[in-house]
């Protein structure tokens, strides 16, 4: 079982940067292809972003792309989520996920995740 730790999160400005990050406890960690959704209240979890397994596919939703920077270090066991340029329609809880074996065109897809973490609020005042 996978254990995914979120840190980072925390009060902005609007403008401003933030990075999450997402910390596994599986040693098969460069096997998974990681992502970060993130959920408002009453709302769907909605796709941000995805990175696959050797770090060399990142796939990003429109909303964010130029913004926002996923990467990850298999030596760490940990995906990062660089968020630039930040907007209060970014507000949210950000979650790290974790799947083994998504296809390219099921990268943005939650239901492609088997493992995920608590999540991290993220606030961007405006």
């Known amino acids: 079982q996978v254990q995914l730790v979120e840190s980072g999160g925390g009060l902005v400005q609007a403008g401003g940067s933030l990075r999450l990050s997402c910390a596994a406890s599986e040693r098969t960690f460069s096997r998974y292809t990681m992502g970060w959704f993130r959920q408002v209240p009453g709302e769907e979890r909605e796709f941000v972003a995805a990175?696959?397994?050797?770090?060399?596919?990142?796939r990003y939703s429109d909303s964010v792309k130029g913004r926002f920077t996923i990467s990850r270090d298999n030596t760490k066991n940990t995906a990062y989520l660089q968020m630039n340029s930040l907007k209060s329609e970014d507000s949210a809880v950000y979650y790290c996920?974790?799947?083994?074996?998504?296809?390219?065109?099921?990268?943005?897809?939650?239901?492609?995740?088997?493992?995920w973490g608590q999540g991290t609020q993220v606030t961007v005042s405006s």
């Open positions: 990175i696959r397994s050797s770090g060399g596919t990142t």
């Open positions: 996920a974790a799947g083994y074996g998504i296809i390219l065109s099921s990268m943005a897809r939650r239901d492609s995740y088997d493992h």
